[in-house]
């Protein structure tokens, strides 16, 4: 064994038990009362303290001053241990619409890092191919029509590094687009979309599983026209981002949301950018430039929501004191929910022997004590520092 984790309250998909863990060779070997039978292994006390699945976020810009946008290698490594402090194990680094040249760069980064670290998982696009009506903090002069060829030039080098990309499907060009978006064995999104209820129940047969940021940047929800929002909730098989800050989505919708799609079809998301954890102040969300005031990053040019400051632990936190859902429930919307959502919930997202050693230990405040990724400690609060691989 190369770790043990003592004494916890493991946060199960449908249950708490109170038992260790044992760690071998990067994966989950044992559960449950290990005794005291002496260990070569280091042993973590994780007594008074939940030890639940890591999280993974589908959908972030960055974070502690580094936006995945910029580009560059201290940027990225900033973002990314800054979210490992907060509990993520697993992230797509996003990038929103922006000029071509700079989402390449940005794709070739995340298929760099994702040879680092496994905390990266693939990218997310947010765009270009979007819809201006719905663009919100977007820079419209970056958003395109949808185009396969065009979509082709820009992943052609780092296909197996697209996991998600978020679209308008009333775009002329997006059906095609989707297929293409399958082929290449990514996940198409829809999201900052004016798609009517029938446009967007077309796209999600047509294969759109995932709604990015729900009720954000879209067509809302109307009892004569019920949009695009209408149809994410009507459909069994959309799973949908929230963004759970209480500023992007109300709590009474928080709680509406949770009985019409809980406990598979919701994914929690902090879209946060590189403003988190930094406090107020003027930053980037990709080439726009935004403020932060109050917690609530705007865009300057149109004022705008523009991304978050949210991080994972809050959003489960938020989740549980907006709707009172149990501790495992919340957990798997923020683990084993977007790990099915990507395909990987046979290898991590929850807590079992035999998957990946990517757990994040938490108190009853939730204050991040530890995370694991892979059997290696990433971060420990008395250390007071993350790293990212």
């Known amino acids: 064994m190369s770790l043990v984790v003592r004494g916890g309250q493991l946060i199960l998909p449908d249950r708490l038990v109170a038992g260790d863990l044992a760690i071998a060779d990067g994966k989950i070997c044992s559960l449950g009362k290990l005794g005291n039978a002496r260990v070569t292994s280091r042993v973590v006390d994780a007594r008074d303290l939940y030890v639940a699945p890591g999280f993974i976020d589908l959908h972030v810009n960055g974070g502690g001053g580094g936006g995945f946008a910029e580009c560059t290698s201290s940027a990225f490594t900033r973002a990314i241990g800054f979210h490992v402090q907060h509990g993520t194990t697993g992230l797509l680094p996003t990038a929103v619409a922006g000029p071509l040249q700079q989402m390449r760069d940005f794709l070739r980064f995340v298929g760099i890092f994702m040879q680092q670290t496994p905390v990266v998982l693939g990218a997310h696009l947010n765009g270009p191919f979007v819809s201006v009506e719905k663009g919100g903090a977007l820079d419209p002069k970056f958003i395109l029509k949808p185009s396969v060829e065009l979509f082709r030039s820009l992943v052609k080098d780092a296909r197996h590094v697209v996991k998600v990309v978020t679209l308008a499907p009333e775009e002329e060009g997006s059906a095609h687009l989707v297929l293409e978006i399958l082929r290449i064995g990514a996940i198409p999104a829809l999201g900052h979309t004016n798609a009517t209820y029938l446009e967007a129940v077309r796209a999600i047969n047509s294969g759109v599983a995932l709604v990015t940021h729900v009720f954000n940047a879209m067509r809302g929800l109307h009892h004569r026209e019920p949009g695009a929002v209408g149809a994410a909730l009507d459909a069994d098989s959309t799973v949908l981002e929230l963004i759970a800050d209480g500023i992007h989505v109300h709590p009474a919708v928080v709680r509406l949301l949770v009985k019409v799609k809980a406990p598979k079809g919701i994914v929690l998301v902090t879209d946060a ?116 691989a």
């Open 273 to 388: 950018t590189s403003a988190a954890g930094m406090g107020d102040g003027e930053f980037l969300l990709g080439t726009v430039p935004i403020v932060v005031k109050g917690g609530a990053p705007t865009s300057l040019a149109s004022g705008a929501s523009a991304g978050s400051i949210l991080t994972m632990e809050r959003a489960v936190q938020n989740l549980v004191e907006y709707t009172g859902l149990d501790l495992p429930t919340a957990v798997s919307m923020a683990s084993l929910n977007p790990a099915r959502a990507l395909g990987i919930h046979k290898e991590t997202g929850s807590i079992e022997t035999g998957k990946a050693a990517d757990l994040v230990i938490f108190d009853s405040t939730f204050v991040v004590h530890y995370t694991i990724v892979r059997g290696n400690i990433l971060y420990d609060i008395n250390r007071r520092s993350a790293d990212h």
